[in-house]
């Protein structure tokens, strides 16, 4: 729901969980129990060890040690709504659909179905690492059901065919599905690198698979607010 700010509603059946970031939940039924656990609450098993090595792979992505679960324990369907950090879109994903897993971006999952293993995928090329855009950690997401991971600005959904490849600015990949191949590749013309304003390195996406790429990278509007903000602060000294 909503535009710029979007939030999302999950309906839940009676005894239904759902898990979460800790802090996403805007606002939830009468009927709703919360619960924090360590890691993200995926039926693995390994008892306390296992709980303590997906806590340890979360706080790898930038995430907290641990998440939410929010439980249904009313007679009949129950809501709770949990809102993107910043503005951009929210994007449901049909993991069943796209292969069962999705990599995506660090800090981006926002909420999913109870089970559902929020782990990490290392890059494992030396050059995707260093200049990727988002280090050697990202997030791998797999399950049966439905997850939620924000963005920021507007989103672009492609569908690349075999072999098919695009470029793009390393930080505006959101998620791709486990088929695509992830590289980078340095921007020809010394000229270009150095005052193109795009940086010396592009993202290269090779299909099959799908990508999703969004307008504004969250470190994009974090540094116009840090440029605009500094003159101000020395105003005000």
């Given at each position: 729901?909503?535009n710029?700010?979007?939030?999302v509603?999950?309906?839940?059946?009676p005894?239904?969980?759902?898990?979460?970031?800790?802090?996403?939940?805007?606002?939830?039924?009468s009927?709703i129990?919360?619960?924090?656990i360590?890691?993200?609450?995926?039926?693995g098993?390994?008892g306390?060890v296992?709980k303590l090595?997906?806590?340890?792979?979360?706080?790898?992505t930038?995430?907290?040690?641990?998440?939410?679960?929010y439980?249904?324990?009313?007679?009949?369907?129950r809501?709770v709504t949990?809102?993107?950090?910043?503005?951009?879109?929210?994007?449901?994903?049909?993991?069943?659909?796209l292969?069962?897993?999705?990599?995506?971006?660090?800090q981006?999952?926002?909420?999913?179905a109870?089970?559902?293993?929020?782990?990490?995928?290392?890059?494992?090329k030396?050059?995707?690492?260093?200049?990727?855009?988002e280090?050697f950690?990202?997030?791998?997401?797999e399950?049966d059901?439905?997850?939620?991971?924000?963005s920021?600005?507007h989103v672009?959904?492609?569908?690349?065919?075999?072999?098919?490849?695009i470029?793009?600015?390393?930080?505006?990949?959101v998620?791709?599905?486990?088929q695509?191949?992830?590289?980078?590749?340095?921007?020809?013309g010394?000229?270009?690198?150095?005052?193109g304003?795009?940086?010396l390195?592009?993202a290269?996406?090779?299909g099959?698979?799908?990508v999703?790429?969004?307008s504004?990278?969250?470190?994009?509007?974090?540094?116009?607010?840090?440029?605009?903000?500094?003159?101000?602060?020395?105003?005000?000294?």
């Amino acid at each position: 729901m909503g535009n710029e700010m979007q939030c999302v509603e999950i309906r839940l059946d009676p005894g239904e969980s759902v898990v979460a970031e800790a802090g996403s939940m805007m606002m939830m039924d009468s009927d709703i129990r919360m619960q924090t656990i360590f890691g993200d609450g995926s039926s693995g098993k390994g008892g306390m060890v296992g709980k303590l090595m997906g806590a340890g792979k979360r706080l790898l992505t930038g995430e907290s040690l641990f998440m939410t679960v929010y439980t249904n324990e009313g007679s009949g369907r129950r809501g709770v709504t949990f809102a993107a950090p910043y503005p951009g879109k929210i994007l449901p994903l049909d993991l069943p659909a796209l292969g069962g897993q999705v990599i995506c971006q660090k800090q981006s999952f926002l909420c999913a179905a109870k089970g559902i293993s929020i782990s990490i995928d290392f890059q494992r090329k030396l050059g995707t690492g260093f200049f990727g855009g988002e280090g050697f950690i990202m997030q791998r997401i797999e399950g049966d059901g439905f997850a939620f991971v924000h963005s920021g600005g507007h989103v672009i959904e492609k569908t690349l065919y075999a072999g098919e490849m695009i470029r793009l600015d390393t930080g505006c990949l959101v998620a791709m599905t486990d088929q695509v191949k992830y590289n980078i590749e340095f921007v020809k013309g010394i000229k270009t690198a150095i005052f193109g304003g795009e940086g010396l390195f592009l993202a290269t996406l090779r299909g099959p698979g799908k990508v999703w790429v969004q307008s504004l990278p969250f470190s994009r509007l974090a540094e116009r607010v840090i440029e605009s903000a500094g003159p101000l602060s020395r105003r005000r000294d």
